[in-house]
C-alpha cells in the first residue's frame, strides 16, 4: 500500500494529501513530518483508539503529536497532548489547532513565535 492509498482510505481528502506529500521525509530521515512507514504504522504509544478523526503526522520535541484533521477541507494540523492521550481526556481537550494546513504549518514552524509543542501552544 502506498502512503497516498493509506492517506486516502484515513479519509483525508485529495487537495490535502497533494499539500501533505512534498514535505513527507524520505525513509530512515528525520524531516518536519515523519517518513510514510511512521505514518502508515506509528508506535503504539500514540494510542491511535483515542484520536480518530486525526492522522499523525509527526511529534514535537516533547513528544506532543502532531496530526491532520481528516474532516476539514484544507487538512488542518493540530498538536495533540501525549499525556493525555493515556488518560481518559476528552479528544477536544487534548488537541489544539496550530495550522490551517500541512503547507501552513511548514511555512510557520520555523518562526520564532510559533509554539514547539502542545503545552507552549496551549498558552499562547
Not at 62 to 87: P, Q, R, W
Not at 111 to 121: G, H, I, K, V
Request: net charge negative; charged share 20%.
Amino acid at each position: 500500500m502506498t502512503l497516498t492509498q493509506y492517506l486516502q482510505g484515513q479519509g483525508l481528502k485529495q487537495i490535502v494529501i497533494d499539500d501533505l506529500l512534498p514535505y513527507i521525509a524520505p525513509h530512515g530521515k528525520n524531516g518536519f513530518f515523519w517518513d510514510a512507514a511512521s505514518i502508515m504504522a506509528p508506535c503504539e504509544y500514540y494510542h491511535l483508539e483515542r484520536v480518530k478523526g486525526f492522522i499523525l503526522v509527526g511529534s514535537c520535541p516533547d513528544g506532543s503529536c502532531v496530526a491532520i484533521d481528516t474532516k476539514s477541507e484544507n487538512g488542518a494540523v493540530f498538536y495533540i497532548a501525549l499525556e493525555y492521550l493515556a488518560a481518559n481526556y476528552p479528544v477536544e481537550e487534548m488537541v489544539i489547532q496550530v495550522a490551517e494546513s500541512p503547507s501552513d504549518w511548514i511555512s510557520k514552524v520555523c518562526e520564532d513565535d510559533f509554539p514547539y509543542d502542545y503545552c507552549e501552544a496551549s498558552f499562547q
